[in-house]
């Protein structure tokens, strides 16, 4: 038996395990294979349409009964400098050269948008049984008609106080996000990542200054490390970078082999890739250029300049310009389908549990 109920209650799934929104990794595929394992199956939606997002959602309907987790980013838009955007296209000009790139060409920006009217009209829509939010919470207004639609809120936080702030605005539970987690730090009342707790020290305190569920994340990959959150106080764990080498994940397949080598130290918090700081395998770029630069243009906008290298790069099989976003727990990734992943882990925890309560 789970020692705390209340996600299972929540979110009215198998297990206490989500399965994390890995936006560019994963589509409804994934999140239909968790679903089917008996987690919350999340589809990150910040890199979508308002149509390909509501598309998503009525293939994962149409294949399982199980409540869905739409997951979007709320950051603040910030427009694109032109004096950092140039700068930063000369830092990136003899990768430009060296792949035979022309540095004035146009170029689509980056596509992360922060959530709108146009995706809470989706969420109305779709009504959707939790919707998950990056960065913070949206605006008053729309939060509130998400809560209308019958959603239940959650959010990530990277230090107690952004937990409480999530708890005073709205939240119905929080992920404590520490620093091990893969993918972009959820942080948005700070910006020095120097401070950021590791999940050990983060879950507790968080659990100890707030009242709704918490979600443990960062560095949990196995039976162990979900046993430890919950000894820690969580009410449930989310879940990335395990699911990641999972056939149904959308990593190429030169992706995996890196993912599939990863060791304890090969990732690194970076902002090159999108300007914002997010945790993945170390690349070529990463190496040469931060992994923390004072150049990089704002979030989404670094991503930008990197797109048409990104590109190249991959056609010759090479991930050098390419954010394969991954946390420290990494080498515990499994090569097996996520439904049967899930079950192996939630089965390897309820056994370390029991042993602990016994």
Not at 86 to 104: F, G, I, M, N
Not at 131 to 140: A, C, D, I, T
Request: with cysteine; charged share 20%; hydrophobic share 45%.
């Amino acid at each position: 038996m789970w020692p705390d109920r209340r996600i299972l209650n929540l979110f009215k799934t198998e297990f206490p395990i989500v399965q994390a929104p890995m936006a560019g990794a994963m589509d409804a595929d994934l999140v239909i294979a968790a679903a089917q394992g008996g987690a919350l199956g999340s589809l990150p939606c910040a890199m979508l349409s308002a149509e390909k997002a509501r598309e998503q959602v009525q293939i994962i309907r149409q294949r399982v009964s199980a409540p869905v987790n739409m997951n979007f980013f709320c950051h603040k838009l910030v427009s694109a400098d032109p004096s950092r955007e140039a700068a930063w296209k000369e830092r990136l000009a003899s990768y430009y050269t060296e792949h035979d790139l022309d540095p004035v060409a146009p170029v689509n920006a980056a596509n992360r948008a922060p959530f709108d009217g146009a995706m809470c009209e989706v969420v109305e829509e779709l009504k959707p049984e939790i919707v998950s939010f990056h960065f913070g919470l949206p605006e008053k207004g729309l939060l509130a008609r998400v809560k209308a639609a019958g959603c239940k809120v959650i959010s990530s936080a990277t230090t107690v106080k952004e937990a409480v702030w999530l708890e005073e605005s709205g939240a119905d539970v929080i992920i404590a996000q520490g620093a091990e987690a893969g993918g972009h730090r959820g942080m948005f009342l700070t910006d020095d990542i120097t401070q950021q707790p590791g999940t050990f020290a983060l879950v507790p305190q968080v659990v100890d200054a707030v009242h709704v569920p918490v979600i443990a994340a960062g560095g949990i990959a196995d039976g162990r490390g979900i046993a430890a959150a919950f000894a820690l106080g969580a009410a449930g764990v989310q879940i990335g970078t395990a699911y990641l080498r999972c056939p149904e994940s959308k990593v190429s397949a030169p992706a995996r082999t890196l993912l599939a080598q990863g060791r304890d130290d090969s990732t690194v918090i970076t902002n090159v890739m999108t300007g914002r700081p997010a945790r993945g395998l170390v690349n070529r770029v990463m190496r040469e250029l931060g992994p923390i630069s004072p150049d990089a243009p704002e979030f989404p906008h670094a991503a930008t300049s990197l797109a048409p290298l990104k590109a190249a790069a991959e056609k010759q099989g090479k991930l050098d310009f390419t954010n394969l976003w991954a946390g420290q727990a990494v080498r515990l990734g499994r090569d097996m389908p996520a439904a049967a992943l899930t079950r192996a882990l939630a089965g390897s925890a309820l056994a370390r549990l029991s042993k602990m309560a016994g």
